[in-house]
């Protein structure tokens, strides 16, 4: 049997789950999220693994940097990753980490950013089903009007994220 090791996390932005599979960072997530059972099932099948809660080299340099990030001490993670999703998913979560830190953006711009300026819906989809949550930085998307629009965490969580980043919000 093949296993994504994983690992609780409580933050001052929410409870995060980690996981690892392979020496590969695959989830980092928000721990009570409504589509948990979602995403956890997308991996598990994805990689033919189950879940199992143990700690583990990545695990640790996660949490590190994790920490150093929610401290304001750290920009960009510097962790191997491993997606698991759609080609169309994994082209989303690539230009959402072409997002600056501290800058934002729209659905309709990563839309335009992958070439598919109608697939606006497609692409919010694919924000929403991200797995690796503050790396592959979805929190930046807020609506064209300039309000803040969904969140794994909740609103709260983003709000904090955002200013963390001292974004204009």
């Not at 949490?63 to 304001?72: A, M, R």
């Not at 335009?112 to 089903?129: E, F, P």
Request: aromatic residues 8%; contains cysteine; charged residues 25%.
């Amino acid at each position: 049997m093949k296993y994504i090791h994983i690992q609780y996390e409580k933050t001052k932005i929410g409870e995060l789950i980690l996981g690892a599979y392979d020496k590969q960072l695959c989830l980092l997530d928000f721990r009570h999220r409504k589509t948990r059972m979602t995403i956890d099932n997308r991996l598990k099948k994805g990689l033919h693994a189950e879940f199992i809660e143990q700690d583990d080299e990545i695990l640790t340099q996660t949490k590190q940097q994790l920490g150093e990030y929610l401290n304001g001490d750290r920009r960009k993670f510097d962790l191997p990753m491993l997606m698991i999703g759609t080609d169309f998913q994994k082209r989303v979560w690539h230009a959402l980490m072409n997002i600056p830190y501290g800058v934002t953006s729209t659905y309709l711009q990563l839309a335009k950013n992958i070439h598919h300026k109608k697939a606006v819906r497609a692409v919010a989809n694919a924000n929403g089903a991200n797995a690796m949550s503050l790396i592959i930085p979805c929190h930046r998307i807020i609506g064209s009007n300039g309000k803040l629009v969904g969140y794994a965490g909740g609103l709260a969580a983003k709000k904090q994220l955002l200013i963390l980043e001292a974004c204009r919000i």
